[in-house]
């Protein structure tokens, strides 16, 4: 099956400041990855996703980059604000299958 | 619109007791599942249900089981709830198993504690 590692657990930056989030994917026929936000208390919900045809997708301060080669993908955030303090989540799923697996999750800590 | 709706909320056991989590949405979404998420462990699946009348089993299936009642309707059952258990859950559901978008919606999370 699918194992999704993601990398780090927790990040603290400035308010300003940009967030990386790595995610790597072990099956290459993994085609579609998502990426959630769990506010505290809150149930997760997507902000952003990308397919295996494309390299780069970009919302306002949020991108997501994927290297199918190296089976990696990234969660960019740039000009990073308080209220993007979250527990963040991506996952990645098998064509033909119904199942996200979702990585250990990263806690986003922006300071003012 | 409702959209993912869970029962409980909240909900306290002790160990040996049964109860049953109920699931519920709105959206006509083929597929359901049922996650387990616990500190540093990230949401693990248990059991989902690609589409009506088909159930099978996830990562962590062991001390439950659930029934597709409908296409809306997913519940979870603890038969005999441990202290392992506890927990933060989660039910989810999606269009289309594993086709195109795929864009899980989440119920609010029910917090299951056992003692």
């Known amino acids: 099956g699918e194992n999704v590692e993601q990398h780090p657990s927790t990040l603290s930056v400035q308010e300003g400041d940009s967030a990386v989030i790595k995610c790597t994917y072990s099956?290459?026929?993994?085609?579609?990855f998502p990426w959630y936000k769990q506010e505290l208390g809150k149930r997760p919900q997507l902000i952003i996703d990308?397919?295996?045809?494309?390299g780069e997708k970009k919302d306002q301060r949020i991108a997501v980059t994927l290297n199918k080669t190296a089976k990696h993908f990234s969660l960019h955030i740039t000009e990073t604000q308080p209220e993007d303090s979250a527990v963040y989540f991506c996952?990645?799923?098998?064509?033909?299958?119904?199942?996200?697996?979702f990585g250990k999750g990263t806690m986003l800590l922006v300071s003012p | 619109n409702a959209g993912v709706t869970q029962t409980p909320k909240f909900q306290v056991l002790k160990t040996g007791q049964s109860m049953t989590l109920q699931c519920a949405q709105d959206m006509n979404h083929n597929s359901m599942y049922w996650y387990r998420q616990d500190p540093g462990m990230g949401l693990r699946l248990i059991y989902y249900?690609?589409?009506?009348?088909?159930?099978d089993k996830g990562e962590v299936p062991n001390g439950y089981n659930v029934s597709r009642l409908n296409k809306r309707e997913f519940s979870l059952r603890l038969e005999s709830a441990a202290p392992s258990q506890t927990s933060v859950y989660f039910c989810?559901?999606?269009?289309?198993?594993?086709?195109?978008?795929?864009?899980?919606?989440f119920g609010q999370g029910t917090r299951l504690t056992v003692v």
């Open positions: 989810a559901s999606s269009p289309l198993p594993g086709q195109g978008v795929t864009e899980a919606f």
């Open positions: 996952a990645a799923i098998l064509s033909g299958y119904s199942t996200l697996t």
């Open positions: 990308i397919r295996s045809n494309v």
């Open positions: 249900s690609a589409s009506e009348g088909t159930t």
């Open positions: 099956d290459s026929a993994s085609n579609y």
